[in-house]
């Protein structure tokens, strides 16, 4: 059968292929797959292994080596790859101190601690271990927050877009509340001021334009179906030139002339003077309270440097009726959060060790010098896990607050640059270089700029976590070559 003798020479047809793989089981029993099935259990195991064998029958190259043993590995390599966890930590070099999509204020020390411990054990969360009857889970950082901002009541949410709502579906359920149109902020792309009005079911009333609002403009606009005066702090832009706008002070007055709540939406809610630690003054809560606002509302995890919640603090009869609408329990906060959050609270009752133990505000007031120094040592460990074809140097730059706080006040900071060396347009090779970042085990994210990444130290502490990061670049056999 000369024919035969000769196709053997040429690829096999796929049925002859299949039949050359080895069985679901064959690959199971093999030693190579020991380890792997101590580590993801039996149903992942034979998932990957059924993938890597489907992969092998469709490919439109012949498969290489189809022993049991090579598929093993294989089906291993996948399992490991699927078992990484989607939300991992990164190195922020971005500059951005408070970034949003990175998950805003990293945590104390005493507040990761704190929310730990309610996740391992019950706590008493809703009950009071004095009278042996239900508590309140707000209770736990009532005290705290009242103390701190001087307020009559408190009360903790979701975040501050939750606390928005509640607010304004407690108070203006179908009826108006008067905003200046300079106000109207969009932050973050999902959150509109106009948008969260309308789905918690008041009706916006805008006054002024865009630059200039006056005092008259709030008296005029209110009427028998205002239910409240607002304003909003335009956290992440500054109106500057040809601009008018009203004193909170005065805002409140007309207000209270009128017989109606105001509404101070802080956003970004400083709890103390930042002026205090050499930062730009931020508008703080005791200040907005001061002012005559009856509620205000801020977040958590911005300059505060707490979890992801949402503060409402003010007038005690109006925050209970916040804490009796059936929407408070749709955006209440669990006891891992309210327990970090009760921690963060409690350190800024010592002001004068806040900027060490608070990281929001220790990265924040991080010096220059110090951050240059740090950012000379590392020049020549990243270069050598670079390569040859990247140029390191230190630079000096601007860190930002970010989430909203503080807008366009720029902080000096320091850091690398990384360039490739004799590439005249340098996009791809710096888009290529960053993406390898992003790539590593433990992400490391900077920002591109004038032809350069840009590595802002101010949020790296330690510096060992930039070394141990870099750790897999050595070994990349591509060694960061410019494409
Ligand atoms: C950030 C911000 C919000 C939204 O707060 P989240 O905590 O992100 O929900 C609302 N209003 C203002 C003025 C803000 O700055």
Redesign the pocket.
């Known amino acids: 059968m000369t024919a035969t003798g000769a196709q053997t020479t040429t690829r096999p047809a796929p049925a002859e292929r299949r039949s050359a793989l080895p069985s679901v089981d064959a690959v199971l029993k093999n030693d190579h797959l020991r380890g792997a099935l101590e580590n993801h259990g039996r149903t992942v195991m034979v998932a990957a292994v059924r993938t890597v064998l489907a992969e092998m029958r469709v490919a439109a190259s012949p498969p290489g080596d189809t022993s049991p043993s090579a598929i093993a590995i294989a089906a291993t390599a996948h399992a490991d790859a699927h078992d990484r966890p989607s939300q991992r930590s990164v190195l922020n070099l971005t500059g951005t101190v408070l970034h949003t999509n990175l998950g805003r204020a990293i945590l104390a020390e005493s507040a990761r601690e704190a929310s730990l411990a309610a996740m391992r054990d019950a706590t008493n969360l809703e009950f009071d271990l004095v009278s042996g009857q239900r508590g309140e889970r707000d209770d736990h950082v009532h005290g705290l927050l009242c103390e701190l901002t001087g307020a009559e009541d408190a009360i903790a949410v979701n ?3 939750a606390a ?1 709502i509640l607010v304004l579906n407690t108070l203006a359920m179908g009826k108006e509340v008067v905003v200046s149109r300079g106000e109207l ?1 969009e ?1 973050g792309g999902a ?1 509109r001021m106009p948008d969260i009005m309308a789905r918690a079911g008041a009706r916006l009333r805008e006054i002024g334009t865009t630059n200039r609002t006056h005092l008259r403009d709030y008296k005029e606009a209110i009427g028998p179906d205002t239910a409240a005066l607002m304003k ?2 335009t ?1 992440n832009f500054l109106v500057q030139g040809f601009t008018t706008s009203v004193t909170h002070k005065d805002a409140a007055t007309v207000a209270h002339a009128a017989g109606l709540p105001f509404i101070d ?1 802080l ?2 809610g400083a709890l103390v003077d930042l002026a205090r630690y050499g930062l730009a003054s931020e508008r703080t809560v005791a200040a907005a309270l001061s002012d005559g606002a009856d509620l205000v509302t801020f ?1 958590g995890d ?1 300059i505060l440097g707490g979890p992801q919640a ?1 503060l409402v603090v003010g007038h005690r009869d109006i925050v209970r009726r916040l804490a009796k609408n059936p929407l408070k329990r749709a955006v209440r906060l669990d006891r891992m959060r309210l327990a970090a959050l009760e921690a963060t609270l409690r350190l800024y009752r010592d002001p004068d060790r806040l900027a060490e133990r608070l990281p929001t505000l220790r990265l924040l007031t991080r010096q220059h010098d110090d951050i240059r120094r740090q950012a000379e040592d590392l020049r020549a460990p990243l270069a050598q896990a670079l390569g040859a074809e990247w140029v390191v140097s230190t630079v000096d730059c601007q860190s930002e607050t970010g ?2 706080a503080l807008p366009l006040a720029t902080i000096r900071s320091a850091g690398l640059a990384l360039a490739p060396r004799g590439v005249k347009s340098p996009g791809r090779a710096l888009d290529e270089l960053s993406a390898r970042f992003r790539a590593l085990p433990r992400p490391i994210l900077g920002r591109i700029s004038q032809d350069r990444l840009i590595l802002d130290l101010r949020c790296l502490e330690r510096s060992d976590d930039l070394l141990a990061a870099i750790a897999p670049l050595q070994t990349d056999p591509r060694k960061g070559a410019p494409a």
Request: net charge neutral; aromatic share 6%; no cysteine.
């Open positions: 975040n501050n877009a928005v902020v932050i959150f909003v702090h956290s939406d956003g970004s977040s911005k949402g989430s909203g």
